[in-house]
Nanobody, 126 residues
């Protein structure tokens, strides 16, 4: 397991933007798939976006396609989630997750990630 620390959450009006960051302690960060998941009150944690370790393949939940963009900077051991055109239904705690050499076919499956951050709150007001 590796340590992950999220930052960048906050309160924003509908239509606004936020950029979340995930800093990792992993020594071989480039070999980790990184995923973003979110959990709203009373709901299960759900997949948002992920980026693979092999060729940087990206995957997105249908609800965020075209609005969110995931990226990574292996030199800085960080990953980011740029969120635009935010909606009230995007309100949740957002978690960064990592797994060593996770196959691209499993990027959207939270059960395969073995390292999780503490989460950062994103609140979108209408």
């Amino acid at each position: 397991q590796v340590r992950l620390v999220e930052s960048g959450g906050g309160l924003v009006q509908a239509g606004g933007s936020l950029r979340l960051s995930c800093a990792s302690s992993a020594r071989a960060f480039s070999s980790y798939a990184i995923g973003w998941f979110r959990q709203a009150p009373g709901k299960e944690r759900e997949f948002v976006a992920a980026i693979g370790w092999i060729a940087g393949r990206t995957d997105y939940a249908d609800s965020v396609k075209g609005r969110f963009t995931i990226s990574r900077d292996n030199a800085k051991n960080t990953a980011s989630l740029q969120m635009t055109n935010l909606k009230p239904e995007d309100t949740a705690v957002y978690y960064c997750a990592a797994d060593f050499r996770l196959p691209d076919s499993k990027l959207d499956q939270k059960g395969w990630y073995d390292s999780w951050g503490q989460g950062t709150q994103v609140t979108v007001s209408s």
